[in-house]
């Protein structure tokens, strides 16, 4: 596609509902990263893919995140037992040398 | 690790007047800063960037400077209008197979 999308775009979850949102990134983008934006701040790294890699999930701030990228293409990011605190948008980003392409976000609230 | 600070978290300043975002950052091996523009609901876009091999880059009305001594950065937009409100962002990266590490943010608001 001609540029990263993400879905869904907007995501109301329960308190202790599992979500899983989804990158399709730029093709051929090998690079592929997962950044959690709360309101009013600077977007966080969670975790990074080279194709189907994990290569570093060490901002992944508990194990209730869990990513994966099976196929090097399409990624998912998963979150069990959804907490207030995960209410964020979830940006994700891939790379091509050093420019970053952003998807518009996944926007989570937990109620 | 990479950490960026990134200041004023809030500036105000009149149509027409210059606003100025500074930013640090503490790995020396970094070698590549961008900046983003961030309005409401909308992803970060990059608005210019510069690399170490540089210390100044220009683009119309915005200006980057990059001291790799002191280790900071900073962005100059000129002759400001209201839609260059939004929020801004810094960064910082070392090689093409780490992250990009962000600053907090400078809420930029342009007063007609």
């Known amino acids: 596609g001609a540029g990263v999308s993400q879905s869904p775009r907007y995501k109301v979850a329960k308190r202790g509902q599992d979500v899983a949102l989804r990158c399709d990134p730029i093709s051929g983008h090998v690079s592929l990263f997962w950044y959690q934006q709360a309101l009013g701040q600077g977007p966080e790294f969670l975790t990074y893919?080279?194709?189907?890699?994990?290569?570093?999930k060490s901002g992944l701030p508990s194990d209730r995140f869990f990513a994966e990228r099976p196929e090097g293409s399409v990624s998912t990011l998963k979150i069990q037992r959804t907490q207030q605190e995960d209410s964020a948008v979830y940006l994700c980003?891939?790379?091509?040398?050093?420019?970053?392409?952003f998807g518009e976000g996944s926007w989570l609230t937990v109620v | 690790g990479e950490n960026v600070e990134q200041h004023p978290s809030t500036l105000s300043v009149q149509e027409g007047d210059s606003a100025v975002i500074k930013c640090t950052y503490s790995d020396s091996a970094s070698n590549y800063f961008p900046w983003y523009k961030q309005e409401l609901g909308k992803r970060p876009q990059l608005i210019i960037d510069?690399?170490?091999?540089?210390g100044e880059k220009k683009d119309q009305r915005i200006a980057v400077t990059l001291n790799k001594t002191a280790k900071h950065f900073s962005l100059h937009i000129t002759e400001t209008q209201p839609e260059d409100s939004a929020v801004y962002f810094c960064a910082a990266i070392a090689s093409g197979n780490t992250p990009l590490v962000f600053g907090k943010g400078t809420r930029l608001s342009v007063i007609a």
């Open positions: 980003a891939t790379q091509l040398g050093n420019t970053i392409y």
């Open positions: 893919f080279q194709n189907e890699a994990q290569l570093d």
């Open positions: 510069i690399r170490s091999n540089v």
